[in-house]
């Protein structure tokens, strides 16, 4: 997923956090953080017992996500290190969730369920609050992520029919659907900087995904794969580098390497989930010699690092899920334990 795999996303990420199964998914806001750790801090949550990072501004000062509230819903929060964690909001019922944020932090962009418990794809800023993007016909959609300047949104929503297309989102033209390579679904993961290329994953009659580079110019293109299928998570800003998973191996491709299989922690599967505008790091999850699921920073300098010996942590704690890197590459948000909480929890390394 890149982060989001429409519909079921949710559902398995609330039992995630819950703690239920081990799995993707220090100024603290909410109820607080773990405190001071050494190179992490936690960001607490909105009151309830679990949270998740999934984005981070340019510089990392703003970072989205969800959290759960003393009721136990889950809500969509933007945090930032003097206000902490802002609730954005619903439409009406009380489920929401924050995947993707502009380069200066003012536009946000999610899921939100509506009354009619309908999950609806949402463009947030401080003065409009929640704006419903719509759909492609059918009652369905995520946004998944955004552009540099917040202008383009892409994700993935239904069709009149229930099939689930990837979109690619403006205020002048709406949700514009981007098609498939002949099967029936489709989403958009990762958007460039200016909003001109587009990077998911697109079935073909057999029903088998395939990562993707889309153009207005050239449409859906397939980058290949490590064996059978792929799909594609982010993008670098000047849309040339491309990141996401194959055949459960996490995968860097350009145009004149190809795509380049990046390892793993000592285990068997990896993914790739966001990589920073120059395209030189990227930041994912792999399972370690253990079959531990274990959150990781690439270069090609230094290969792949679990980031908890990058960036130490408490001892019992541990970072599960790197979602997302900033722009300039410095700092890591994602989800792991924290063992002073003795909860699943967002973070970001200092």
Known sequence: MRKILLYAALVIALA?????????????????????TVGVTWLGTLGGNSSQAYEASSNGSVIVGYSSNPSGSYRAFRWTVTGGMQDLGDFGYAYAAAYGVSSDGSVVVGEAWNANFEQRAFRWTAAGGLQDLGTLGGPYAVAAEVSANGLVVVGEAWTADSNTRAFRWTAATGMQELGTFGGWDSGAYGVSADGSVVVGRAQDPSGQW???????ATGMVAIGDLGLSSEAFSVSADGTVVIGRSDDRAFRWTAAGGMQDLGTLGGYGAAAYDVSANGAVVVGDSSNASGMRRAFRWTAATGMKDLSTLYPVESGSYLVYANA???????????????????YEAFSTK
């Open 16 to 36: 995630v956090c819950d703690g239920s199964f081990t799995s993707r998914v220090s100024a603290g806001g909410g109820s607080g953080g773990g405190g001071g």
């Open 210 to 216: 395939h990562a993707y580079r889309w153009t207005a």
């Open 325 to 343: 890197v900033s722009a300039d590459g410095l700092k890591v948000v994602g989800y792991g334990y924290n063992r002073q909480k003795l909860r």
